[in-house]
């Protein structure tokens, strides 16, 4: 199916934004762009447009990784079609992979084929760091990505390699991609060392004026309603810009940076105490940029704007208003040649080097999955370790034969299961079931009861007492939290999971007491919240627990929800009234097997 994009020529405003992406597609190796800014400034749609205005790629036929005859590394099976002189060419579209939040490691760095793994092979399945190879990864809230996986996708990223150690498997294989990451701040952070990742950064800023405002709706809503015409007024636009960073990537080889622009670019970055990530990043995007621009030399002014692009995300807000009035304010006087080499690059042009030779036929190329020779198996060890079951299931490590409460089916440990019990096909009594991978940060959520009462001001003391626990913890537990508010008639989330604890604090002081008690509300939206998460949460409900909308009895309601409850969180409900009026409290702790405590410091999160 033909999606149809949004043009990138037709997107307003975001400057910044729309040079850090051409630059990465220009060249990869600068390491990705993290895109911060407010909701709605369209960072998605830029993302999704920049494919529309990317060169399609000549695909090695049949190759699952979206091999090229330009690439630096080839997967071992379009290796062998060249070595052989097999491999045919077909023109591709750049992937754009969009990677879920609730993606999983397997998932997202590959691991072994569930269908072959029962028939009792061991066969690699690519994930999709494979399936992005020489296209665009897309990770919309990267702030809110389990630090595993951020960790294996920056890895892969700088690296240009996936290497997988895993399940009995050990496979390598291209992941050459643009890394383009979004994320509102006031959603959460990012780590400094995931921050240190990214190559390069850009700031979304909202429209500055109402007439650039107006200009935006009206071409939305042009596009709404007929998107092929629409699109059809900026392929101009587009192919224009298409061209120019196909003259961009075959220039960037011959661009030079002046001794004295190189020597000021060091200068800047150590000033900030940035170290080797920051220069490289920095060198790299400057030639891009000059590449972009035309220019032989990279002017003070590429620079400039490469500095702005590396050291943005890298240094605290304090510093930056002071790096662009010194980035700003520098160089002014300071000239450089700017030769124009559109021209005279033809005799220096990258797609006259000498290529493989490419035969053409009529194969459909093979497209399924390669075996990997089976992995030699310690039976007698391997017997141990899975009887015992005596390992950390933090680490991703086995439980027991059969266990069903697991998060993950272990593959490999099945299998070797499978062959001690000599049956030919998996049964029920040889899986092997583990928990994630990801080293156990757990969820929490709380929740208030922010209806008309005398202990209001009580529940809010004692939630920023839990935010200030957590916050404490954080480093070590690197827990996402989640706010809920209910009162009147109904339950809103405040704040989705995150780990902004500056921005928990502001919200829960920011609530307002009013209404009746929508306790029932409260607890579906508890519910809702934990089965989004995808993980098992602690929500730490702060309530009397006299719930008095919807009129009359709610008793078979708040047991069904509780008993829901049960499933998807450990529930502690923290109530410091004292009064002998009717609760449902001590029913909804029944059925959810929850607690009822009065201290938060008796909160356990792990």
Do not use: W
Not at 515 to 530: A, M, N, R, V
């Amino acid at each position: 199916m033909k999606i149809n994009y949004f043009p990138f020529s037709a997107i307003l405003g975001n400057d910044d934004i729309k040079l850090g992406l051409i630059i990465n597609a220009i060249d990869p190796k600068i390491g990705g762009i993290l895109i911060t800014g407010p909701k709605g400034i369209a960072k998605s749609t830029m993302v999704r447009s920049l494919s529309n205005i990317l060169p399609e790629m000549d695909s090695i036929r049949g190759c699952r990784f979206n091999c090229t005859l330009n690439s630096e590394n080839l997967c071992d099976e379009c290796r062998e079609k060249i070595d052989n002189n097999s491999a045919e060419i077909v023109k591709k579209s750049v992937p754009v992979i969009t990677l879920p939040i609730s993606s999983t490691l397997d998932r997202v760095v590959g691991s072994i084929d569930i269908n072959s793994a029962i028939s009792g092979r061991v066969n690699f399945r690519e994930g999709l760091l494979g399936e992005a190879n020489n296209g665009i990864l897309y990770i919309d809230e990267v702030n809110l990505l389990d630090d595993s996986i951020a960790d294996a996708i920056l890895d892969s990223a700088a690296s240009g390699i996936n290497t997988v150690e895993r399940d009995g498997v050990s496979y390598i294989h291209p992941a050459r991609f643009i890394l383009v990451g979004t994320m509102n701040p006031e959603e959460g952070e990012l780590r400094p060392q995931l921050l240190d990742r990214f190559g390069i950064s850009a700031e979304g800023k909202l429209p500055s004026s109402a007439e650039e405002l107006i200009e935006i709706a009206n071409r939305v809503d042009e596009f709404d309603h007929n998107p092929v015409e629409f699109i059809s007024k900026y392929d101009q636009d587009d192919e224009i810009l298409r061209e120019r960073i196909v003259r961009a990537r075959n220039a960037l080889r011959y661009v030079i940076i002046p001794d004295d622009i190189e020597k000021y670019m060091a200068d800047v970055i150590l000033k900030y105490h940035m170290g080797n990530r920051a220069m490289i990043s920095a060198v790299k995007a400057a030639r891009a940029i000059a590449a972009y621009n035309g220019n032989k030399n990279v002017t003070m002014e590429d620079a400039r704007k490469a500095l702005e692009f590396a050291l943005r995300h890298r240094i605290n807000d304090d510093e930056k208003s002071n790096m662009e009035r010194e980035l700003n304010n520098t160089g002014q006087n300071q000239g450089n040649k700017n030769e124009n080499i559109n021209e005279d690059m033809n005799n220096n042009d990258i797609n006259n080097d000498e290529k493989m030779p490419v035969k053409k036929n009529n194969s459909t190329g093979d497209d399924t999955l390669n075996n990997i020779e089976n992995p030699r198996i310690d039976m007698k060890l391997r017997n141990e370790i899975i009887k015992k079951s005596g390992r950390n299931a933090k680490s991703g490590n086995f439980i027991r034969t059969g266990h069903k409460n697991g998060n993950h089916l272990d593959l490999y440990s099945s299998m070797v299961s499978m062959k001690i019990n000599n049956h030919k096909k998996m049964q029920a009594s040889d899986i092997v079931l583990r928990e994630g991978y990801s080293g156990g940060a757990v969820p929490v959520i709380i929740a208030i009861d922010s209806s008309t009462s005398m202990g209001f001001k009580r529940r809010i003391g004692n939630a920023l007492e839990l935010s200030k626990l957590l916050f404490k913890k954080a480093y070590i537990t690197r827990s996402r939290v989640a706010l809920i508010s209910f009162s009147g008639t109904g339950a809103r989330v405040l704040m989705n999971f995150s780990r902004n604890f500056t921005v928990l604090n502001q919200r829960l002081k920011s609530i307002k007491s009013s209404g009746k008690t929508p306790l029932l509300e409260g607890l579906k939206q508890i519910y809702k919240t934990s089965a989004y998460s995808g993980e098992k949460t602690v929500s730490v409900l702060f309530t009397d627990g006299r719930g008095n909308y919807p009129p009359g009895n709610m008793k078979d309601d708040i047991i069904d929800i509780s008993k829901k409850l049960k499933n998807v969180s450990r529930l502690y409900i923290i109530n410091g009234e004292n009064g002998f009026l009717p609760t449902y409290n001590n029913l909804i702790a029944e059925y959810s097997n929850g607690h009822i405590i009065s201290d938060v410091n008796n909160v356990k999160i792990n």
